[in-house]
């Protein structure tokens, strides 16, 4: 159980001004939220990535930032971090980039042949061909293949925990679908602590058993897709309009540009 203690963070400004929230083991939530509103800060303080100016983060009764020494460590082996550009090491290539995710300690106690099994199942568990990607930079990649290959590298330590900040961002609909399906399998085979960072609320509402809504450094709503999508709460109402009209404006651009794609493809090229 991961539990949040009123976590207050500023940055120049307040971003995060008192959040309470406890995930139960095995939940997946899904956090959403304006731009700049805190929530990849939140996801950070699960791990102690970025400290709180006040308040504490407790995971199975564990606190993050005023527990025994030693701690924070043990805390961070049970979590996996998906990071919002994958994150992915330039000069590494697929397997070097995965089995990091492996913790140093772990792989010296597993030996090189079970750790390329490891990475071997991670791969294809995130619907990758390791013969073909295993000796591929993540230059050699596409966008799609970078989120899986990160994701990959996040599971294959097998943890208990797993934080996604913004996993779908960048990706075209058809690739954001089948991340967020990969998600949703994962958690269903493995019953992991799922908390997801995203803008995308109807990929959210698809696969979480929670969503949260963050808004001016406040928790201000949390519960089910079912009571979301009910909710006659004037913020929610109003950022889930907000985001309904941003998907329609970008599907219409997307297809006036496929239109002139095609228009020039069938008149040639202005020369």
């Known amino acids: 159980m991961i539990e949040y203690r009123d976590i207050h963070k500023a ?4 971003v995060l001004t008192g959040v309470s929230l406890t995930v139960p083991e095995g939940e997946t939530l899904a956090i959403v939220g304006p731009s700049g509103t805190g929530k990849s800060v939140l996801l950070k303080t699960t791990i102690g990535l ?3 100016d006040r308040g504490d983060v407790v995971i199975d009764g564990e606190s993050v930032f005023c527990g025994r020494t030693g701690a924070l ?5 049970k979590a996996g971090y998906v990071f919002q550009n994958a994150a992915l090491f330039d000069s590494f290539n ?16 597993l030996g090189q042949r079970e750790v390329h099994r490891r990475v071997w199942h991670a ?3 995130v619907n990758l061909d390791p013969l073909a990607v295993l000796p591929k930079l993540p230059a050699e990649l596409s966008g799609g293949m970078r989120k899986r290959v990160g994701l990959a590298r996040a599971i294959v330590g097998r943890p208990q925990i797993l934080l996604y900040d913004e996993p779908v961002t960048g990706l075209d609909p058809v690739n954001a679908a089948s991340v967020e399906r990969l998600i949703e399998t994962i958690a269903d085979k493995t019953r992991v602590t799922s908390i997801i960072v995203t803008h995308d609320i109807e990929g959210a509402l698809s696969i979480c058993d929670r969503i ?9 709503f949390i519960g089910t897709p079912q009571e979301f999508r009910r909710s006659t709460e004037p913020l929610v109402r109003a950022f889930a309009d907000r985001q309904a009209a941003a998907l329609v404006a970008m599907r ?6 496929r239109r002139r794609k095609a228009e020039l493809t069938s008149t040639g090229s202005p020369s």
């Not at 940055?11 to 307040?14: E, K, Q």
């Not at 697929?94 to 792989?107: K, T």
């Not at 219409?252 to 540009?257: L, V």
């Open 123 to 125: 791969l294809e568990d």
């Open 212 to 220: 949260g809504l963050l808004e001016g450094g406040k928790l201000r």
């Open 252 to 257: 219409t651009e997307r297809g006036a540009r």
């Open 50 to 52: 970025i400290v709180p």
């Open 11 to 14: 940055f120049d400004v307040p």
């Open 73 to 77: 460590q043990e805390i961070r082996q």
């Open 94 to 109: 697929v397997y070097e980039n995965v089995a990091l995710g492996i913790q140093e300690q772990e792989a010296r106690r």
